[in-house]
C-alpha cells in the first residue's frame, strides 16, 4: 500500500475506502438521538448587574460585551436560544431548581453570564517644574492631568442543570490613560470622555476572548467508524462534525468521553472528560468527517459515540497575535 501510505503525508488520507474496518467498541450510554441530532451548543445569554455597578452605570459597556458573546457564539457555531434575560435572579432561579429535580425550562446546553466587576476612572494632577523658572513662571504654566480608565469583565460558563459551579470563567481586565496639560489640580473631566476611555480599555480587550470562547461554545460531533492502514500505524475515524458545522481540513479536535454517574440521593449526573485529540483529515462531506488520531497518545480507547469538538488554538495569543491577551485575560477551565 505505498500509494496509501504516500496518501498520509500530513492531512491527506486517501479514500477511507482503502482503510480495513475495525471494530468500535460503544460508549455508554450511547448519546441519544437528540444528542446526534443537535450538534450545536444552545446557550442562554445573560447579563448580570451588580447592587454596585447598577445598569445605568455599565449598561453601555455590559451591551457591548453581550454583543461580541453574540458574534463569538455565532461564529463558534452555538445557538443562542434566548438572550432577552437583563436580570441573572430568574436564571439562577431556573438553574438552582434544575439541578434539584433535573428539569429546566430553558431547553439547553449551557448558560454564559457576563458581568462589569470594575468600572473606575482615576486621575492624577503632576504640577509644572523647570530648574530655572521662577515660582511666578511656573504658577502661570499647567501642570499634567493623567486619567485613567480601569475596567473589569468576569464571563462564567455554566452547565445547564447546575449546581452553580461554573465550568468556565474568563476574566478580563485593561486599562488605558491619557495625559493632558491643566491648570486644575482637581483634572475635571467630562462625562462623555470618561465614558468613551472607559469604553476603549473595554474595546481593546474585547478581541481577547475570541479563541477561549469559540473553543468552549465549538459545535460537536460523536465518533462513528474506525479504520486503520494495513500496517496498523494509521487510524482514521468517522466523526458527524461536517462542513455545516465548521469542520476543515487539518483543524484539530478534543476527544471527551461523556457518562453518566449514579449521585448518593439516586440522581443521574453527567460527566465529560477529555481523553485526547484528533486532526480532520482532507475527507470532509457535509455531515461527517475522518479525522486522525494517534491511539497510542489516547487516555482510553476510542469509543463509537465519544463526543468530538473544534479546538481554535491552544492558547489565545496563537491566533490573534496579541501578546497583551496575556495580560488582560485569565481563563479558568474546570476539569471534568
Sequence with gaps: ??????????????SPQDYDAVELHRVY????????????TEVVLASHYTTELPAKVVGQSLTAVQ???LRLLDQAGARVIDRSLDDLKSVRRDMTRAYKSRRSRYQADRALISRISRYEHHA?????????????????????????????VDIKAMAIPTDDTASATFSLSNQIEFSEPDHDEE?????????????????????????????EFAPRGYI?????????????????????????????LSI?????MTTADGQQEREERRIGKATISDQIGPDHSWVLIDVGDMDQKVLAGDAVRAV?????????????????LKVDIRAL
Design 1 to 14: 500500500m505505498v500509494a496509501l501510505l504516500a496518501a498520509c503525508a500530513g492531512n491527506q488520507i486517501g
Design 29 to 40: 450510554p450511547y448519546p441519544s438521538p437528540e444528542e446526534l441530532g443537535r450538534q450545536k
Design 67 to 69: 454583543q461580541q458573546m
Design 124 to 152: 492624577r494632577y503632576e504640577p509644572p517644574s523647570g530648574m530655572f523658572k521662577s515660582e511666578e513662571e511656573l504658577a502661570a504654566e499647567p501642570g499634567t492631568c493623567t486619567h485613567r480608565g480601569e475596567i473589569a
Design 187 to 215: 483634572c475635571p473631566i467630562t462625562k462623555e470622555r470618561r465614558i468613551a476611555l472607559l469604553e476603549e480599555a473595554l474595546n481593546e480587550a474585547l478581541p481577547c476572548l475570541d479563541v477561549p470562547v469559540k473553543n
Design 224 to 252: 462513528e467508524e474506525h479504520r486503520k492502514s494495513d500496517s496498523g500505524d494509521i487510524n482514521i475515524f468517522k466523526t458527524s462534525l461536517g462542513k455545516k458545522n465548521g469542520a476543515k481540513e487539518g483543524l484539530e
Design 256 to 260: 471527551f468521553r461523556v457518562q453518566y
Design 312 to 328: 481554535y488554538a491552544e492558547t489565545f495569543t496563537a491566533e490573534l497575535g496579541l501578546g497583551k491577551c496575556s495580560n488582560m
